[in-house]
C-alpha cells in the first residue's frame, strides 16, 4: 500500500498565506485579542474575508486558516540564529566584500613594510655585523702573526672581544671603533721609528704639571714625537693618564723622573737645541719602544 503525500501547494497559494500572516502583523491588535482562544479561529478568519474583501481580493478559507495556523506556528517568522563560531564565520563569509578589500591593503601595507625593513635596515645592518666580524678575527690573525711582544697579542684579543661583544648588543659603532683600533694596533706593531724629544723653535721640549695625589708635588713630561727612518712623523695612539681617554697624536707627554726632566732642559737651555734627543726605539713585531731613559711609560696628550 503507497504511503500517502502531503500534496504540493500552489506556490501562489503560499504566497497568500505569507500575505495574510503579514496583514495579521500588522493588525497587532485584532491579533493580541482573538489568537488567545484558538475557538475564535473561525472569527478570525471571517474578519481577514473582510479585510480581503474590502481590497478586493478574493481569498478562499483554506488559505486564510493557513495563515492563521502559519502565524500560530511562527512559520514565517525570522529567528536570528545563536551566537557561536559557525554563526561568526557565517557573517564574516556573507560581509567578505566589505573586509576583504581593506584586509587585502592590510596585508599587502604589512608585506611592503616588512620588505622595506629587510631591505633598508635589516639586511645592511646583518650584512655589517657579518663584515665587521670577519674584519675583527683577520686582524686578530695578522697581529698574532707578527707581533713578537706578548703584550700585542694580548690587546690583540681584547680588542676583538669588544668587537664581539658590541655586535652581540647591537651596537655597530662601538664595534667599528674597536675594528679601527685593531687595525692601529696592527699598524705600530710592523712599524719601526725613534722615539725623540720635540726641539723646534717655538715649541716646548717638556713640561710639568701638578700632581693631583700630592699637591706640593709634580709630575714631569718630556714632550716627544714618533719619527721613521725616513723624517716621517708618525700619528699614534696615545692614552692619557690624565683622563684615561685615546688620541691619534703626533706629539705626546711622556712621563719622566725630575732628574731626567732636568737634564733635558739644560741641554736646551745651552743653545736652545735638544742634542741628545733620543729618548726610545720601537722595532719591528713590538708595540712598545725600548726606552734610553727612566720613565713609568705614563703620557698626557695635551699641555
Do not use: C
Not at 736652545?272 to 729618548?279: E, Q, S
Not at 726605539?281 to 712598545?288: E, P, S
Request: aromatic residues 6%; without cysteine; glycine residues 8%.
Amino acid at each position: 500500500m503507497a504511503e500517502e503525500t502531503e500534496p504540493k501547494r500552489d506556490i501562489s497559494e503560499v504566497l497568500l498565506a505569507m500575505d495574510v500572516v503579514d496583514t495579521l502583523r500588522h493588525e497587532q491588535a485584532l491579533v493580541e485579542r482573538e489568537l488567545q482562544l484558538e475557538e475564535n479561529d473561525a472569527a478570525l478568519v471571517e474578519k481577514l474575508r473582510r479585510i480581503y474583501t474590502s481590497q478586493g481580493i478574493e481569498v478562499t478559507d483554506d488559505v486564510l486558516i493557513q495563515g492563521v495556523q502559519a502565524l500560530r506556528d511562527e512559520r514565517f517568522t525570522y529567528h536570528p540564529p545563536k551566537p557561536g563560531l559557525q554563526t561568526i564565520l557565517a557573517r564574516l563569509y556573507v560581509g567578505r566584500g566589505r573586509w576583504g578589500k581593506a584586509a587585502a591593503i592590510l596585508i599587502v601595507a604589512v608585506l611592503a613594510l616588512w620588505g622595506g625593513y629587510r631591505f633598508l635596515y635589516a639586511g645592511p645592518a646583518e650584512r655589517a655585523r657579518v663584515q665587521i666580524v670577519q674584519e675583527a678575527a683577520e686582524l686578530a690573525t695578522e697581529i698574532g702573526k707578527h707581533a713578537l711582544e706578548p703584550g700585542a697579542r694580548q690587546k690583540a684579543d681584547a680588542l676583538k672581544e669588544q668587537a664581539t661583544s658590541a655586535i652581540r648588543a647591537d651596537d655597530l659603532d662601538t664595534a667599528r671603533d674597536a675594528v679601527a683600533a685593531m687595525g692601529i694596533l696592527r699598524d705600530l706593531v710592523q712599524q719601526t721609528y725613534t722615539l725623540q724629544v720635540v726641539s723646534r723653535p717655538g715649541a716646548p721640549s717638556g713640561v710639568w704639571r701638578q700632581s693631583s695625589q700630592n699637591p706640593a708635588g709634580r709630575n714631569y713630561y718630556l714632550i716627544v714625537e714618533a719619527v721613521t727612518a725616513d723624517g716621517r712623523r708618525l700619528e699614534l695612539p696615545v692614552i692619557s693618564e690624565e683622563d684615561g681617554k685615546t688620541k691619534l697624536v703626533k706629539e705626546w707627554g711622556l712621563r719622566v723622573p725630575a732628574e731626567v726632566y732636568e737634564q733635558v732642559r739644560r741641554d736646551k737651555a745651552e743653545d736652545g737645541i735638544v742634542d741628545a734627543r733620543t729618548v726610545g726605539v720601537k722595532q719591528r713585531g713590538f708595540i712598545t719602544p725600548e726606552y734610553r731613559v727612566q720613565t713609568s711609560g705614563g703620557a698626557i696628550t695635551e699641555w
